[in-house]
């Protein structure tokens, strides 16, 4: 009996083995198909995508235009830019030399007072009083006292700002930086207040500083006092280094290039300024050209020189605008819209028993490929 109970024992391991190794296949083939879908996805994406993408691309439209506008008469600058705050010339904070009271405030806070003018009066405790006035033409910036109150010495009675201008520190490129000179006009913008204010370049200084592969200088610019502006308001500057001088002037987009040759469209007689023609309106081989010599440029409208042009010609600009019509719409037979991969009606691994799979029921080398449709002839 012993040996026939080892012997039964011998008999139902390789049943046992026999399944171990069918999960192991199942679960080998089923890592291998996975593995194949993914690998498969990705090739096709980097294959079909950006043929997808340029094909998109390419079937963005564009619209051209034709505008009359006119010439123009006035000077194009070279500038260069900065902004900053503002820093009075003179400020100065007013302090007490004792213990005293105040016994007087004349004035509040953002008055402007005259020189010499006492601000407020304090009393010691002998009775002696102090007259507290203004060094100079002046703002009061703060006054933090009151009538009756008890100050400590050096405690601060007002402070003010001069009337003499401000000063703001300006950043100017290295390339930039041998064009400026102490002297200079300098055409501030405060955004606190309306207009512009002028004034002038007081300092350059030579010693750069560097950051991210450039170097920048720093100069001092001045502008004069104007009301409303207190210190630490922001402010641009601009300062034109060069200047073209008064001529013809027209939008870069209206000069057009052939050879060494620079010219301009003339609009359709009759036409008005003002006037939009589409593509299909004009055909701008039938206008007037005429040649013109080029000058300085800002980048938005360009000097021109001719004996044939005048201040108010009309002239044809082309404007070329790239736009975005349509709404995204599947690709018929492209990624994402295939109808599956070759060999079946798609990938529909969803509906595949990895489990009960087989793979001694597989066709031979691949037959119809994997169910979904993979692989295959």
Known sequence: MATK????????????????????????????VISAVVLAVVILGVIFIPKLLDSKAAQTPSVTTYHVEAITTGNVDTTISGS?????????????????????VNYEVGDKVDKDAVIATTEDENGNKTNITAPYDCVLIELPIANGDELTANSQIAMIMGIDGF??????????ISTVK???????????????CIGKVTAVSYNGSSSGGTTAYQITATVDYVEGV??????????VIESSGEGLLVPVDAVRTSGDDNYVYLAPSGTAKGTEYAENELDISDLTKVT?????????????????????????????????????TENQGGFGGMGGFPGGDGMEFGDFDFENFDPNNMP???GN???????GN
């Open 5 to 32: 109970t080892n012997s039964s024992r011998a008999k139902a391991v390789p049943q046992k083995n026999h399944k171990n190794i069918t999960k192991k296949q199942h679960k080998k083939i089923k890592i291998i």
């Open 84 to 104: 900053g705050t503002l820093t009075p010339i003179s400020q100065e904070t007013l302090v007490t030399a004792k213990a005293v009271t105040v016994t007087a």
């Open 167 to 176: 000063t703001m520190g300006i950043a100017v490129d290295e390339l930039d």
């Open 182 to 196: 102490v002297g200079q006009e300098v055409d501030f913008t405060v955004d606190a207040v309306d207009g512009d």
């Open 230 to 239: 207190y210190p630490g308001m922001s402010a641009s500057a601009e300062i």
């Open 292 to 328: 013109v010599e080029t000058g300085m440029s800002d980048g938005s409208y360009i000097l021109i020189e001719s004996d044939e042009l005048a201040d108010g010609d009309l002239i044809v600009i082309t404007k070329i605008t790239s736009t975005q019509t349509g709404s995204d």
């Open 364 to 366: 031979p080398n691949g």
């Open 369 to 375: 490929g994997f169910p979904g449709g993979f692989g």
